[in-house]
């Protein structure tokens, strides 16, 4: 079965710096479009960042734009999530998430998935 294990969350001052790894196993990892979502305390999850399979195109949440940057490793089966200048507000359950490539990835930025981790906890404190 599928499995997304993510990795990399803690705590860290505002203005530093994270990086989220998410593995995967269990399905054909380069036909399959990856995504990150979170979810803070008393919200609703939102979209985060996608990548597509190739890696060719990426979409951001525009709070992160600038910030956040997705990048996967297809020999690792490996999704990142690297996050720089962290704010309070990213303060929040970040969940990976994948979905078939031949979704499309706007598939995932309109907060869809067929398959998703259990998530790792990112606090930024001020």
């Known amino acids: 079965q599928v499995q997304l294990v993510e990795s990399g969350g803690g705590l860290v001052q505002a203005g530093g710096s994270l990086r989220l790894s998410c593995a995967a196993s269990?399905?054909?990892?380069?036909?399959?479009?990856m995504g990150w979502f979170r979810q803070a305390p008393g919200k609703e999850r939102e979209f985060v960042a996608a990548?597509?399979?190739?890696?060719?195109?990426?979409y951001y949440t525009d709070s992160v734009k600038g910030r956040f940057t997705i990048s996967r490793d297809n020999a690792k089966n490996t999704v990142y999530l690297q996050m720089n200048s962290l704010k309070p507000g990213d303060t929040a359950v970040y969940y990976c998430?994948?979905?078939?490539?031949?979704?499309?990835?706007?598939?995932?930025?309109?907060?869809?998935?067929?398959?998703w981790g259990q998530g790792t906890l990112v606090t930024v404190s001020s």
């Open positions: 990548i597509s399979g190739s890696a060719r195109i990426t």
């Open positions: 998430a994948a979905a078939p490539s031949f979704r499309g990835v706007g598939y995932l930025s309109s907060g869809y998935a067929d398959h």
């Open positions: 269990g399905l054909t990892f380069s036909n399959y479009d």
